[in-house]
């Protein structure tokens, strides 16, 4: 695939139920696209981005905003996730489009940290380092070799300590 094939752009309300299918089917359950639907319906704010090839949705992402039990306020930290691609798009580089626009678009907001659960292999190679080195974790420090930060503002991370609060949605998933 070639990256000039691939558009990213903020979801509208018309891919509401393209997106549902593209994470329920990347994720093969209805979890995420639950929660993403949990989100947009509860959340005063958040970042919804969308992959589209020949006009036909392929891909999403979701940013969503985190507290830190210490030093955060509403726009200084997010999360990124759920990030599907629909499998017959899968490792065509959907998906770090997708992260990589993601990421702009929450520094061009003046998001400073952006933290993710995930793996290990994967989210180091869009800057992420695990959040433990910032005495960061999400709810029991069992998470913390899944679970990750990158800074978007240069000394964002060294500005938080403490837990990593997602949105309820995300304990109701």
Not at 65 to 90: E, F, I, K, Y
Not at 136 to 152: A, G
Request: net charge negative; with cysteine.
């Amino acid at each position: 695939m070639n990256r000039n094939q691939l558009r990213i752009r903020e979801e509208v309300a018309a891919d509401k139920a393209a997106v549902y299918r593209i994470n329920q089917e990347a994720f093969g359950r209805r979890e995420e696209a639950d929660l993403v639907d949990s989100v947009r319906a509860t959340a005063k704010s958040f970042l919804s981005l969308v992959a589209v090839m020949d006009d036909t949705p392929v891909g999403h992402i979701l940013f969503t905003p985190v507290d830190v039990s210490t030093g955060s306020d509403s726009n200084s930290a997010m999360g990124l996730g759920p990030v599907a691609v629909l499998p017959d798009h899968q490792r065509m580089g959907v998906g770090s489009h997708l992260i990589d626009v993601g990421l702009e678009r929450c520094r061009q907001n003046g998001c400073g940290v952006v933290f993710v659960m995930g793996h290990q292999d994967y989210y180091p190679r869009f800057g992420f380092q695990p959040a433990a080195d910032w005495d960061l974790y999400y709810k029991t420090h069992d998470f913390d070799p899944y679970f990750f930060l990158t800074e978007l503002l240069q000394g964002a991370a060294a500005m938080l300590s403490g837990e990593v609060r997602y949105l309820p949605a995300f304990d109701e998933a």
